[in-house]
């Protein structure tokens, strides 16, 4: 028969034991209880302690995430509104972000659907967005991927026009930069969020740029529609106002209130050419038919007087307007007859298009209207004063006083730039040097070397310092003294001038080499005759008489410094009398 030992049969085997043993058996037995509970308890501590620890770095992970998601939402946000375009990439990649990637108002890719111009909606979407409000929500962590709650209030575009009937351009752009109602939209941001580096991008932003265009369409489609034909003949008006073409703006039909176009000085065009070249504009159109439009234009631009100012106050700027003039002071060209040629006013473009860039910006509005008229010349009127946008006639009361130290520092500029390029040899450069830095030579050395080369009789003429000298009847010196310090150098262009008539008209014969600060004329002169006539034949016809014994050999030179022109003539000049002037010129610093 099998025992049955169950829990409620069986009987421990003490349990006949004496009562002291048992009473010892009972008390060991809840000592081991005891000590068990406390192992228990202190196992329980230690899983608790481990959970609770694993409990409170996710919690921290959790809220360090939420304040990263958060900071990177508002500062999107923030961007955003402010038309900081280029910081968004930090926030959301370009390619899941429609604000970075679609957003586009070029003609080009706006296209001519649009109902104003890329211009005004540029300016309209940078105003809508710039009224964005927003308030963050709560925030979900799932793994990697976090959703940010976020209440933006988007301006509501019919409730802030106030049931205005056909608003105007600039109506709309009063009301939108005046809005203050609302419709809130609750968005859902999606971030990517890398919990171990704390770091998370917005994962795109479709949902908030869908709400913002809903209302941004609205916008739109109140905006006065653009007359095609009208908006294409006014941005072609204003390229021809861009480039200055006087010749178009003075067509039939365009009454600017301006003044005459054609009282512009030629030679100065291409300055106001380069004034009128910093335009740019925006336009608006008011009120549209079919074959005309009101329109107001913010004109864009440089302040040109107060490049002007900056400009000629440096002597400097000057010095390639006069980079001709220093090359034909030593090598002057034949026959010249080009005065008003002389200072082209071209080769100063480069620099004052630099000035002119830095100087301060200038807005202009001009309002006007234009029309659609088949009996002018280009098909349209313009009607508008654009008085305040071409250049000034004369910027003459904003150039300094013409001074000899001002013009000397022109040509000194010239002559540094023309030898850095190498267009002037040192030889050349120095004789250059003696109209901007003046020369050595003084009175008494001028003496000094005329008396020890056997000229006398020195006698004052034209100049108040140096006196005029004679040698053996053949050869005499001959100074003027000018009143600027430049004018010795148009004195040697009217001698050389002079010397090219008489080498026209005969009454020399020879060459000149040189330019206006230094020449040299060596040929032959006539000399008058008592009896010019040369008789009559039989028949009466009149004999040519042979000048050839009324000729002179005759030597020239003409040095030009700082105020003072210096002559050396030789009558029946050898080249013993040429070489003996040269000596002269060395000794004197004037070779």
């Known amino acids: 028969m099998k025992r049955d030992v169950s829990r409620s049969n069986f009987a421990p085997c003490n349990q006949f034991a004496p009562r002291a043993i048992q009473r010892g058996e009972r008390k060991g037995n809840d000592i081991m209880k005891a000590r068990n509970l406390r192992i228990t308890s202190l196992v329980m501590s230690v899983i608790l302690l481990i959970g609770g620890t694993g409990c409170s770095n996710s919690k921290k992970k959790r809220e360090a995430m939420k304040n990263k998601a958060e900071g990177v939402v508002e500062n999107y946000l923030v961007y955003l509104s402010k038309g900081m375009n280029d910081k968004l990439s930090r926030y959301c990649d370009p390619k899941d972000d429609p604000f970075q990637s679609e957003v586009s108002f070029t003609e080009e890719d706006a296209g001519n659907e649009k109902s104003a111009s890329p211009e005004i909606l540029q300016e309209l979407w940078n105003i809508y967005l710039s009224k964005l409000k927003f308030k963050i929500g709560e925030f979900e962590l799932d793994g990697d991927e976090g959703k940010l709650e976020v209440s933006v209030n988007i301006v509501d575009v019919k409730k802030n026009l106030r049931s205005s009937i056909n608003p105007s351009t600039d109506d709309i752009i009063r009301y939108m930069s005046e809005a203050d109602e609302y419709t809130k939209r609750k968005i859902t941001f999606s971030l990517d969020c890398d919990t171990d580096n704390e770091t998370c991008m917005i994962n795109n932003t479709k949902q908030l740029y869908k ?278 150098l148009y004195v040697g262009l009217q001698e050389l001038s002079d010397i090219d008539t008489k080498l026209g008209s005969g009454e020399l014969t020879g060459e000149w080499t040189g330019g206006w600060v230094f020449y040299e004329f060596r040929g032959q002169v006539e000399i008058s005759d008592p009896n010019p006539k040369g008789g009559v034949t039989k028949k009466g016809d009149p004999i040519q008489k042979d000048n050839s014994a009324n000729k002179k050999e005759y030597y020239e030179c003409y040095v030009a410094t700082a105020y003072n022109a210096f002559f050396f003539r030789v009558e029946d000049a050898t080249d013993a009398d040429v070489e003996e002037i040269h000596q002269i010129l060395t000794e004197l610093g004037l070779d």
């Open 211 to 488: 709400e913002v265009n809903k209302q941004f369409d609205i916008l739109v489609d109140l905006l006065p529609k653009r007359n095609k034909k009208l908006d294409q003949d006014l941005r072609a008006f204003m390229d021809h106002v861009i480039e200055f073409d006087t010749d178009y703006l003075q067509s039939d039909g365009f009454e600017l209130f301006s003044g005459r176009l054609d009282q512009y000085d030629h030679y100065s065009m291409c300055i106001y050419k380069e004034i009128m070249s910093f335009i740019t504009y925006d336009v608006r159109y008011t009120d549209v038919e079919e074959r005309k439009a009101r329109f107001n234009m913010t004109i864009h631009t440089k302040d040109d007087v107060e490049a002007f100012t900056a400009f000629w106050e440096d002597a400097n700027n000057l010095g390639p307007m006069v980079e001709k003039l220093v090359i034909y002071g030593n090598h002057a060209p034949k026959d010249f007859t080009g005065l008003e040629d002389l200072f082209p006013m071209e080769p100063l473009v480069p620099g004052f298009h630099d000035i002119m860039e830095k100087c301060q910006d200038k807005t202009i509005e001009v309002e006007g209207y234009i029309q659609l008229d088949d009996s002018v010349p280009h098909g349209f009127r313009v009607v508008a004063s654009f008085s305040d946008v071409f250049p000034r006639k004369s910027y003459s009361e904003y150039m300094p006083d013409s001074t000899d130290d001002y013009n000397q520092t022109m040509y000194r500029a010239a002559a540094d730039s023309l030898l850095q390029k190498g267009d002037l040899t040192e030889k050349e450069y120095e004789r250059w040097a003696r109209i901007f830095n003046g020369s050595d030579i003084n009175s008494r050395k001028f003496d000094d070397v005329l008396k020890a080369h056997g000229f006398t009789d020195g006698k004052i003429g034209n100049s108040r310092e140096f006196k005029d000298y004679t040698k053996d009847g053949r050869i005499t010196t001959e100074t003027k003294t000018c009143q600027s310090a430049d004018e010795p």
